[in-house]
């Protein structure tokens, strides 16, 4: 008897891992559109969902709504089938993340630690530490991959983490080896479209990934945790957020660690890994096939076309209404927020002039705040002629910011907001420039008014709760 672990690609990050006596899920996003309905899976999949086994484990990586989808999990809850009394979910200790499994109901809920040693039945799972966790203020909270061992077979599952030396050395200490290992292989830089940033493949980023190949030198490696793109009507945007593919990845991976044997790995494709062969075996999932390889769809050219900002709003009468929101916001109350904000005296110092321009069904407007000026900052309709900070977003997406019936998530990533900043201080005879490590001497006004925290999280998985809770799927 060959004792042997097998991996199916369900699609994007969701893994079916499966022991002689274990069943395991990870990361599970079954539908369209996932991420504020911004995403499709790429390639698009057929799942049957009915033929998917009971499962022992439910594995939870991280909050980001392409791991952690409200939809697909309260359609778990309700299958008793699939998650059963006995289901162990795995979850990061992400006091969000675990309030909003209680809204839905999860029992079982094992809140887990970095390298924390986890037996079920005949496998061993262990969670490896990402260091991307203090990476940024928004990105506070916990995330893991997951090694899983038999006993004689070890597979890794990467997902979105960020490794060093040490926690490869870690990995190394464990298991000697590793015989599968799903790899991260594209740097996402989603949202560096709408804030202006550097639009081409992060270097140094994507060098680490090649990097973990080469120092963990598995028997098999193949790409992992990347399969979506942004849905038709947003087309544009994947040309800005995806600059490598799999085919790359692989391609510059067999240069520079020629030793080390790859795979490409597609919905469907399953792979059987015991102590003696990895064999993937193509489209060979009882539950789960590519519909579609679309993945053509994904073209990384910076430049290539960039559609003007545009209300979504189309009813003629909401429209109106939106207008009156937004309008009433900028001459009623959003001069006494800045004067209240506690970057009023950056904005000052370095003599900003901000730009914030509305796009409607046609055309836009823009107002415009002089921080230069001696005095009290007034609000003054119009372009005066110079610009240090602007912020351009249509009417539907600020209206809905006004009203807390949207999230930065989506606001940034959706295409209909755009901001930079030329941000530079005259004295006479002086040119002086903000320090490169201040980053928040650039917060944009409507972001400090409208903060990006724990709270519009939280609004924003509870919205998903309640459309989706105890629903028909």
């Known amino acids: 008897l060959i004792i042997m672990i097998q991996t199916t690609l369900v699609g994007h990050a969701c893994l079916y891992i499966q022991s002689e006596k274990t069943n395991i899920l990870t990361d599970p996003v079954w539908f369209d559109y996932l991420w504020e309905e911004i995403n499709v899976l790429c390639p698009s999949i057929v799942l049957e969902k009915d033929k998917i086994p009971p499962l022992d484990v439910l594995n939870i990586s991280h909050r980001h709504q392409d791991h952690f989808d409200v939809r697909t999990l309260a359609y778990l809850k309700k299958n008793e089938r699939i998650i059963t009394p006995d289901t162990i979910v795995l979850a990061p200790k992400d006091d969000l993340l675990l309030s909003i499994l209680d809204e839905l109901e999860f029992k079982n809920v094992r809140v887990v630690a970095d390298f924390e040693v986890i037996k079920v039945k005949d496998v061993t799972l262990t969670p490896t530490p990402s ?112 600059p490598t593919t799999q ?93 209240k904000s506690e970057l009023l005296s950056g904005w000052q110092h370095w003599q900003i002039v901000y730009q914030l321009e509305v796009f409607g069904r046609e055309g836009s407007q823009i107002w415009v705040i002089d921080f230069a000026k001696p005095g009290k900052p007034e609000l003054h309709k119009g372009d005066i002629g110079k610009i240090n900070i602007y912020e351009g977003i249509s009417s539907s997406e600020l209206c809905a910011l006004i009203e807390g019936n949207t999230s930065w998530d989506y ?63």
Not at 206 to 216: E, F, H, I, S, W
Not at 269 to 285: F, G, L, M
Request: charged residues 30%; aromatic residues 14%; contains cysteine.
């Open 131 to 242: 260091r991307n966790q203090i990476s940024t203020a928004e990105d506070e909270f916990p995330e893991h991959g997951l090694l899983v061992n038999d006993g004689e077979v070890t597979i890794w599952n990467q997902v979105d983490s960020q490794v060093n030396p040490d926690i490869i050395q870690r990995i190394m200490e464990l298991y000697g080896h590793i015989d599968f290992f799903h790899s991260r292989f594209v740097p996402l830089i989603e949202g560096h479209f709408s804030y202006n940033k550097h639009l081409a493949l992060p270097f140094d980023e994507y060098c680490t990934y090649l990097n973990v190949v080469r120092a963990l030198g598995p028997r098999m490696v193949v790409p992992g945790s990347a399969a979506f793109r942004f849905r038709d009507e947003l087309n544009f945007l994947n040309q800005y957020s995806f």
């Open 247 to 339: 085919e790359q990845f692989l391609r510059d991976l067999k240069a520079f660690c020629p030793e080390v044997p790859n795979a490409p790995y597609f919905p469907g494709d399953v792979a059987h890994i015991s102590k003696d062969e990895v064999n993937i075996k193509k489209q060979d999932s009882d539950f789960v096939r590519v519909l579609e390889d679309d993945s053509h769809k994904l073209f990384f050219k910076p430049g290539y076309e960039v559609p003007a900002i545009k209300t979504q709003t189309t009813d003629p009468v909401q429209y109106e209404k939106e207008m009156q929101v937004v309008k009433d916001f900028i001459e009623n109350g959003f001069m006494e927020r800045i004067l």
């Open 411 to 473: 606001v940034t990533l959706c295409g209909n907001y755009r901001t930079f900043n030329n941000m530079y201080r005259i004295t006479e005879g002086g040119f002086e420039l903000p320090p490169k490590d201040k980053s928040n001497y650039a917060l944009e006004p409507l972001m400090d008014i409208f903060p990006w925290d724990k709270d519009m999280d939280k609004r924003k998985f509870m919205r998903d709760v309640q459309r989706w809770k105890g629903k028909s799927f």
